[in-house]
């Protein structure tokens, strides 16, 4: 350990000497005047105040070291050195150096050394690096923003809690007649009173309801409702959207796994692990959902639409509704990462988490609001105030199309259907091309900032697996009876239907592991072929596997109908919106780097699942339930006027 800070500190304090363009720190420079004596102590054999440091200091490369107790010595100051790629951080090292340094002269040292410092990262990550971007900055000057936006937060925050518990309790003081107006907004079946005054009625009506909304006792019940009675076949749905949001949350936790890593030699190992091609797969997590959106859109809109009762108008009331279920949690989410985030943390990397969330979000928020995020920073998420959010804007925008496409099945099946299957031929083709084009097979290039741009989260190469739901609800809505009572009455249908889906999901997982070991296994044109049909292929096996359970199968439904899956699908919204800040969170609140591996990265995807799925239970009470009741009293009494 003290070898290693001997050198760290040689280093800072020779820099003092020009670089290869005759740059130098003035030898006034109190930090480098400092530094000089430490060494010169140490060579003296007083090496107690380099003790101090190497105790405090991290012990080597991705080591933040104690960063509590060099906050309590008033002689020194903590510093974090960092040296990154301008989008992502791949190398750090705490400090805790004389008081007299700030984070600017590590920062001008680092600079001053950048061919030494490169060559060792290149060692390092095992390919050249160029082009390094060094930054310092010290924790201990930080403090709270305690701006007017984030008294403005804390206001929304606590008078949405304050607001669901004064309807509750107001609720047991009025007389029953009055709280049967809460019972019809719970259940969306009426949305006024039925009192013996109608005077009365009309001057309590308004209040009285809009209050009802948030009445957290309603919600909790409403939460624990049966919501499969219409179709208890579709409860097979329930236990996917567990698993999908597990996946995704998975995959995440490698990013920051990575991130802060302290056994990066071990990396090229496990990405040969075959494990990891589960990982890589957790990107299928989000084309399920998109399966799912797809066909719940057909699955719903056809029952309450035909294409001679949808014009213009119910085209815009579509959108409207699509909106107002969506945007006050999403905005209630960026509130809470945005201003209040910032009092639920500490350690050697929260200035950073909260400073680039603070400066995104003030300038790029209404990007998120009005789902156009992934066009904005497609190639720069990491300057998004919720860069998981393309999920969402990718997806708004296909669902402004799909009302019109839905409308031509309705009206010419054999068109509609045709015009389906042209949009994915249309999609898989321009995906092709666009790898082949791109040369995103090259090492560097897949998954980069222009795939990421280009192909990850733009709807035209994501729509292939929405298209493909909205297909099979047609099929489900229009056809099922009779192939239903076939694979109902017989189990060879249903196993074999089952095996060729899970060899399906299998195959298309594990067919990329050649990759793993020879990045040259695949050609251009196979890879490209994979990149632009596997996500279309891995739902259609998984709709396969799952087809016997939607269909009327007992045991699958049994399995993933059941209540704890019915409530976290409910949850699963608020889930994807607070999974990344649960797992932002811990990585900056970290106090010591963890040791990658598949093993780490499940329990610790456990954590946040749990996590996120706790803090989503209280955004779906306080805020998504009674945002979504506000919406239908809307709807209803707008209804009801017109009637």
């Known amino acids: 350990m003290l070898r290693i800070l001997v050198l760290v500190i040689t280093l800072l304090a020779i820099s003092a000497s020009p670089d290869e ?39 080597g490369l991705k080591e933040f070291g104690q960063f509590e107790a060099c906050k309590r010595d008033p002689k020194k100051k903590y510093a974090l050195m960092t040296v990154g790629t301008g989008s992502s951080m791949i190398l750090y090292l705490g400090f805790c150096g004389p008081a007299e340094c700030k984070a600017e002269d590590y920062t001008e040292i680092m600079e001053m050394n950048r061919k030494a410092i490169e060559a060792a990262v290149s060692k390092i990550t095992g390919s050249k690096a160029t082009g390094l971007v060094f930054y310092t900055y010290s924790p201990t000057d930080w403090s709270y923003k305690l701006d007017t936006a984030t008294f403005l937060s804390l206001a929304i925050i606590i008078g949405l809690l304050g607001l669901s518990a004064f309807a509750f309790f107001y609720k047991n003081r009025v007389n029953p007649a009055q709280r049967e107006s809460s019972n019809a907004i719970k259940d969306g079946l009426e949305t006024t009173l039925v009192v013996q005054s109608p005077n009365l009625q009309e001057k309590i009506k308004a209040k009285m309801s809009i209050l009802s909304c948030f009445n957290v006792g309603d919600n909790l019940t409403r939460w624990f409702a049966d919501t499969g009675k219409n179709d208890p076949n579709l409860r097979v749905f329930n236990g996917i959207r567990f698993f999908m949001i597990c996946w995704v949350i998975f995959g995440h936790n490698y990013v920051a796994g990575i991130y802060l890593a302290s056994n990066l030699e071990d990396l090229p190992n496990m990405l040969a692990d075959p494990r990891t091609l589960y990982v890589y797969a957790a990107e299928f997590a989000v084309d399920v959902f998109f399966l799912m959106s797809g066909f719940f859109f057909v699955f719903i809109f056809s029952r309450r639409f035909n294409n001679r009762n949808f014009g213009a108008k119910e085209y815009g009331m579509t959108i409207l509704h699509r909106l107002l279920r969506i945007i ?166 249903q196993i074999i239907c089952s095996i060729i889906g899970a060899i399906t999901v299998y195959g298309i997982i594990n067919v990329i592991s050649p990759l793993q070991k020879d990045r040259n ?12 049909g596997s996500r279309l292929v891995f739902v259609a ?82 805020v998504e339930l009674p945002f979504a009741n506000l919406e239908q009293l809307i709807f209803l009494n707008k209804k009801s006027r017109s009637s």
Not at 521 to 532: G, S
Request: include cysteine; charged fraction near 15%; glycine fraction near 6%.
């Open 21 to 59: 363009r005759g740059r130098t720190l003035p030898t006034s420079n109190s930090c480098v005047q400092e530094l000089h004596e430490l060494v010169s102590k140490f060579e003296k054999g007083q090496p107690r105040d380099l003790l101090s440091i190497a105790m405090n200091s991290g012990q």
């Open 328 to 493: 006050p949690t999403y905005a209630v989410v960026i509130i809470l990462l945005w201003k209040i985030s910032q009092f639920f943390g500490n350690g050697p990397l929260w200035q950073m988490f909260v400073n680039i969330q603070d400066e995104n979000c003030s300038k790029n928020s209404w990007e998120d609001l009005l789902f156009v995020n992934n066009f904005v920073f497609g190639n720069q998420l990491k300057k998004d105030c919720i860069g998981w959010g393309w999920y969402l804007g990718c997806e708004m925008q296909i669902f402004l199309i799909m009302p019109l496409v839905t409308v031509a099945v309705l009206r010419n099946k054999t068109f509609g259907k045709s015009l389906i299957w042209c949009l994915i031929a249309a999609s898989l083709i321009y995906s092709y091309f666009l790898v082949v084009v791109k040369g995103y097979k090259e090492a560097g290039k897949a998954h980069s900032s222009d795939f990421n741009q280009h192909y990850y989260v733009v709807p035209w190469t994501r729509a292939p697996p929405y298209l493909f739901g909205a297909l099979v609800g047609f099929w489900y809505v229009e056809e099922k009876g009779t192939l239903a009572k076939k694979i109902a009455s017989s189990r060879l249908t």
């Open 521 to 532: 296994a695949f050609t251009i044109y196979e890879y490209a072929l994979y990149i632009a």
């Open 541 to 622: 096996g998984l709709t396969l596997f799952l087809l016997p359970a939607f269909l009327g199968a007992t045991l699958p439904n049994i399995i993933l109908g059941n209540k704890f899956f019915e409530l976290t699908a409910k949850l699963n919204f608020g889930t994807y919106l607070f999974h990344f800040v649960v797992i932002q969170s811990q990585a900056y609140n970290s106090y010591q780097s963890i040791f990658l591996s598949h093993e780490t990265m499940l329990y610790r995807t456990i954590g946040t699942a749990t996590i996120s799925f706790f803090c989503a239970f209280f955004l779906h009470i306080f």
